[in-house]
């Protein structure tokens, strides 16, 4: 299987086992309003020169093909259908812009092309890659790339190399695990406490690690928490109406 399918409002669980994340009531409540809030697809680019006009705040998701990106975009906005899923590793080839959230807290989602897929053509990761290494140094409104690892198999070379890529370009960043509820309670908190351990070196890592599973739900509301902290730290501050 590729990507997650992602849990229902309902039946998704609050915190993923042994995460790493601690917000209070308000900022959680905030988060859930915000992503259930507006979500759109409003842009598509495979070249540099096609990128939309920067305005307001913007986060990019990034990761391997087959990490689960996409499920993860859908559980955080409740939609089943907002980015596209597939068993086909690489299908995004694209910069997929997504517009979320209310007029009170509105920022852009990016959905960047995965990495690290075998099969695709060589002149297409040389393209990619180029596309993306252009995106992160010409967006001055990227507040942060949220670069999801899938926790059964912690950060591999390729995941090191894109690390290592945002560093150089003084691009913050923060890990997201995803698939937490493929490891016991014990392996999970093993391998957040090896992944943070590891970005204390990193100039342009933000230390905390979360940890999210798509199909059960669980530590998604900690990322939609740690945007609205984001967006506070960087002047966006998300204040619903009473």
Known sequence: MSDEQPATPDTAPAVAPG?????????????????????????????????????????????????????????????????????????????????VGPEWGQFSLVDMPGYGFAAVGKEKVVAWTRLI???????????????????RHGVKQIDTNVLDGLDRAAVSYQVILTKADALKKSELEGRIAAIRQGLLRRPAAFPQVLATSSRSGAGVENVRAAVVQLMRERGFDPVPPT
């Open 19 to 99: 995460a790493d994340a601690d917000f209070d009531a308000g900022t959680l409540e905030i988060g859930r309003r915000l992503f259930a809030g507006p979500a759109e697809f409003y842009w598509a680019t495979a070249k540099i020169d096609g990128l939309p006009p920067m305005q307001g705040m913007e986060i990019a998701f990034a990761g391997r093909s087959n990490v689960g990106k996409s499920s993860l975009v859908n559980a955080l906005t409740g939609r089943n259908t907002l980015a596209r899923t597939s068993n086909t590793p690489g299908r995004t080839q694209q910069l997929n812009f997504f517009r």
């Open 133 to 151: 290494q252009d995106y992160l140094r010409g967006r001055a409104n990227l507040a942060r790339v949220y670069v999801l690892i899938d926790s």
